[in-house]
């Protein structure tokens, strides 16, 4: 046999999707509550008190970064939990066993949790716009940062996974760099309202130049210039990517 | 006949710095059942482990119907089914899901028929549907090996299939793999149990403390192993062995309580009637008397012993 393993990405593929089909409570309606209740805590109560932010009303201003958030988390956690859950129930030795390339095998699992992380981002915009106008200048580019976003923390996570031993370790990284840089990233407000050195600092946080792209893409501003956001967001990816393909290559925590 | 499996010179120390094989070398033919027996933690796991690709080895080569497992993996892994010691199943998909996935992993196009049979051979037909949940512990095993078959491996490892599993898993086992024979699959399986090893193998290999200490025909083994021993308790404690029996290999044992008498069950004569008579003449009574096979301990102190 020679050549790709399409029936082995496809196998994998369709089984983490089936697991979402699932979970389709947790997978779905868990990020439509929540945006749902940010809308009506920052839409509503809070907005309703802020002035537009870059001519956007306060509401539709916040949109794309609930959805990178969202899209952040998502990814991160599928991703992660498709990794790890093979290992700790020990059925990765069937993929470990099969005629699949590491590269096939990353390229069906960061499918399914991409696929569905777009999924979700989609429904938030949905949803969003049953609460708030909201347009869309720059579709391509939209679309790009979506699906470059979902591809690039579905690597993130994956790495998470492997990396992790234990379910503590799983959920540390989500929780205690993802979350903080996801508020801090300017999900909730233009980085030009903060105070200095604030600003500064918040241009170490990658999350900003995803956001910031991001929203570009739907209102045409910005924190900063949309090709330094696609920039980082390529430059995550190429990352994360070198990072995989060292751990593949030295078979780090994946075989004894 | 041509080797399906050839392994040269593969060590393994695990990162743990334990040494689990020293220098193996082993070749498996096309077609045949090959044993591999050997006490807890002699290596059988981690050399399987290391053929089918879960394991890296620490250095040597193996080759799986002449293709290298590292460098064509892709060729050496499509061939080869694994059913492995422990149950390991994603527990929340349906039988004849999990079954089907395996076959996608393993390159294979779906083929319906292929897998109905499969669950009809491995009595799963009933609970395809069910999730793996829900099944028995030996319908677990049951779905592992569905698993390890669904894409038609030309080698098939049985890590201790008989492990904890009831008297028809075994039989339905067993059968199974002599059709699988019949087709012109190689097997190879684990075992701590000689018995086994004698009833389906055709070759047995003996490893010990990672080391490869014997590989024989199935029937020269049990020829080593025809080694039986006479136990005789006597009525009386004596002493010493009479000047009269001085002519037989006997051992006095248990303080003069018992004789001890190694023979060959396979010998056309075993010498048992003369030695009894003999026991008369001398006046030795006994109240008991036991024979029982040389058992695989036996078997392995005497190959150490022979080796040393
Ligand atoms: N992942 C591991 N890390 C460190 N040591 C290991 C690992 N797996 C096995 N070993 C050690 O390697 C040796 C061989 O183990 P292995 O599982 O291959 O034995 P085995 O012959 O299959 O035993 P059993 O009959 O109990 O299944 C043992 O000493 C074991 O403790
Ligand atoms: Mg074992």
Redesign the pocket.
């Known amino acids: 046999m020679s050549g790709l393993n399409l029936p082995g990405m496809w196998a994998i593929y369709r089984t983490e999707m089936a697991r979402t089909r699932r979970t389709v409570w947790q997978s779905v309606a868990t990020p439509v509550i929540t945006t749902v209740l940010y809308f009506i805590v920052f839409g509503g109560a809070i907005g309703s008190r802020m002035q537009q932010v870059g001519g956007v009303g306060y509401g539709a201003f916040i949109v794309p970064g609930l959805i990178m958030l969202t899209l952040l988390t998502q990814g991160i956690s599928n991703a992660s939990v498709a990794i790890y859950f093979p290992k700790f129930t020990r059925t990765i030795f069937e993929l470990l066993s099969a005629p699949i390339s590491s590269t096939e095998a990353v390229f069906a699992y960061i499918g399914a949790a991409a696929t569905k992380s777009v999924l979700i981002g989609l429904i938030i915009l949905a949803t969003a716009t049953l609460f708030v106008p909201v347009r869309i200048m720059h579709p391509g580019w939209m679309v790009a940062f979506l699906l470059l976003t979902a591809v690039s923390f579905g690597l993130f996570g994956f790495l998470v996974g492997i990396w992790a031993e234990s379910f503590e370790q799983l959920a540390i990284i989500p929780s205690l760099v993802v979350t903080p840089l996801t508020f801090l990233g300017g999900a909730f407000y233009s980085i030009d309202m903060l105070p200095e050195p604030w600003r500064t600092i918040s241009l170490f946080n990658p999350v900003v130049y995803l956001v910031s792209g991001f929203r570009w893409s739907f209102y045409g501003v910005g924190d900063v210039g949309v090709r330094v956001s696609l920039a980082f967001v390529v430059g995550i990816m190429v990352l994360c990517l070198a990072l995989l393909w060292w751990i593949f290559r030295t078979g780090y925590r994946l075989k ?1 | 006949m041509s080797p399906v499996i050839s392994v040269s010179a593969v060590t ?1 120390t ?3 710095g ?4 020293h220098e193996i070398d082993l070749t498996v033919e096309k077609g045949e059942i090959f044993a ?1 027996l ?12 290391i053929i089918c690709g879960l ?1 890296s080895m620490s250095s040597g080569r193996v080759l799986v119907d002449g293709h290298d497992i590292v460098q064509e993996y892709r060729a050496a892994r499509a061939m080869i089914g694994l059913v492995p ?1 422990e149950i390991a199943l994603d527990i929340f998909a349906t039988v004849e899901d999990t079954v089907r996935f395996s076959r996608g992993l393993f390159g294979r196009h779906a083929a319906p028929g292929h897998i109905d049979r499969l669950l009809r051979d491995l009595s799963l037909w009933e609970k395809r549907r069910a999730r793996v949940i829900e099944l028995s512990g030996g319908m677990k095993r049951r779905v592992m090996i569905a698993k390890a078959l669904s894409h038609e491996p030309d080698i098939l490892f049985l ?2 299939p008989t492990a904890g599993v009831d008297v028809n898993l075994r039989r339905d086992m067993w059968g199974i793999v002599r059709r699988l024979r019949d087709r012109g699959v190689t097997i190879i399986l ?1 075992t ?1 149990y000689i018995e086994e090893a004698e009833e389906m193998a055709d070759r047995v290999g003996v ?1 010990d403390r ?1 080391r490869l200490i014997l590989v024989e025909e199935t029937a020269a083994l049990m020829r080593k192993l025809g080694k039986r021993r006479l136990s005789i308790m006597v009525q009386k404690r004596i002493e010493a062995i009479p000047p009269a029996l001085a002519g037989w290999p006997l051992r006095l044992e248990a303080e003069g309580e018992r004789l001890v008498y190694d023979f060959d069950a396979n010998a056309p004569d075993t010498g048992i009637p003369r030695l009894l008579r003999d026991l008369g003449a001398a006046g030795i009574d006994y109240k008991d008397l036991e024979t029982s096979r040389t058992s695989l301990e036996d078997i392995f102190v005497g190959l150490v012993e022979g080796r040393a």
């Open positions: 004894p | 393994k695990y990162r743990s334990q040494i689990a094989l591999l050997g006490p807890n933690g002699a290596g059988k796991t981690t050399l399987i482990s394991v010691q890590d201790e684990t701590h490893i990672g």
